[in-house]
């Protein structure tokens, strides 16, 4: 039976309110909460559209190609200006700025920009990605791609959208015929059944694999049905909080390597539509691609 906690959370001179409904221990979040992620992916969009195609700085991170810009700063002041105008008390996790750590039980993970290569390349596959973790639980989530105008948004047991449309996962059934993607780490891991070694595995027997430079976007469009499967070997938090949780509530499976349940707090990544997953997770782990009954 669903039970009302209405409670009133004063910030600075500011009250909020903001609604809790609770069910068969599943917190939902309504209201304000929601509000400010979307007003958030927002605002770091704008600055994204603001520097698309123009002049901005670049410099480097790890990697000569692990790229941060001018933009990316902007888009992440923008996000904090409106998460901390409501929620000044919040734990955040950014990619640019890290761990800003308070004792809540709520925490925001942040990509300011995810795929800032393509970004600094003028290519539109580029995005704001938000995780909203509530004690350890990922409770909503929003990626926002604004040159493509592909808004993305998922709430724990309420499904997945993509601007407003429900979505789901695709109902492929052999990996043989799927259509995967992925994404290669600046810093290039040598090791056995490394990138490399999976990517060309899966070419070889004619499986399309793609290399779109977001995770994000990755895990977005694997919710969408667009692609059957994604893997990657080195992600941050930032670059899955958000579409880890999309393609869950999308009806998809996501997991480590060895199968076990998806954190953002390890790198390693292995999400799809459920039916291949098994059969994928397989060749992961150093088995040739076989047909889907042989696997």
Same mark, same amino acid.
């Given at each position: 039976?669903?039970? *009302? ?11 909020a309110l ?18 400010? *992620? ?16 123009? /002049? ?10 692990? *790229? ?71 409770? *909503? ?62 070419i070889r ?34 670059? /899955?909080?958000a579409g ?18 998806? /954190? ?32």
């Open positions: 039976m669903l039970q *009302l906690i209405v409670f009133k959370a004063f910030y600075k001179e500011k009250a903001i609604c809790k409904i609770k069910t068969n221990g599943i917190l939902y979040l309504c209201g304000m909460l929601k509000t400010t *992620l979307l007003n958030a992916v927002n605002a770091g969009a704008n600055e994204i559209r603001r520097y698309y195609n123009g /002049s901005f700085t670049i410099s480097n991170k790890e990697g000569i190609n692990n *790229l941060v810009t001018e933009a990316d700063h902007a888009s992440e002041k923008a996000i904090f200006d409106v998460i901390k105008k409501e929620f000044p008390n919040h734990f955040i996790l950014s990619e640019e700025t890290g761990e800003i750590v308070t004792n809540s039980e709520y925490k925001w993970i942040i990509d300011p920009i995810d795929g800032t290569v393509n970004f600094a390349n003028g290519i539109p596959l580029c995005c704001v990605s938000i995780g909203v973790e509530h004690n350890g639980k990922m409770v *909503l989530g929003a990626v926002y791609a604004p040159i493509l105008n592909e808004m993305y948004f998922a709430e724990t047991k309420k499904g997945a959208t993509l601007n407003d449309k429900k979505i789901q996962v695709s109902n492929k059934q052999e990996l043989v015929k799927s259509c995967l993607v992925t994404g290669f780490p600046y810093t290039y891991l040598d090791s056995p059944n490394g990138p490399l070694q999976i990517f060309e595995k899966l027997c004619g499986i399309p694999v793609r290399r779109l430079g977001s995770a994000a976007i990755d895990l977005c469009w694997v919710a969408a049905g667009r692609f059957d499967g994604f893997y990657e070997h080195k992600l941050a938090a930032w670059d /899955s909080a880890f949780l999309l393609v869950k509530e999308a009806g998809g499976k996501i997991t480590d390597f060895k199968g076990n349940d998806f /954190s953002p707090y390890q790198p390693h990544i292995l999400a799809t539509n459920g039916k291949i997953h098994e059969q994928l997770q397989a060749v992961v782990n150093g088995a040739q691609v076989k047909n889907a009954s042989s696997l």
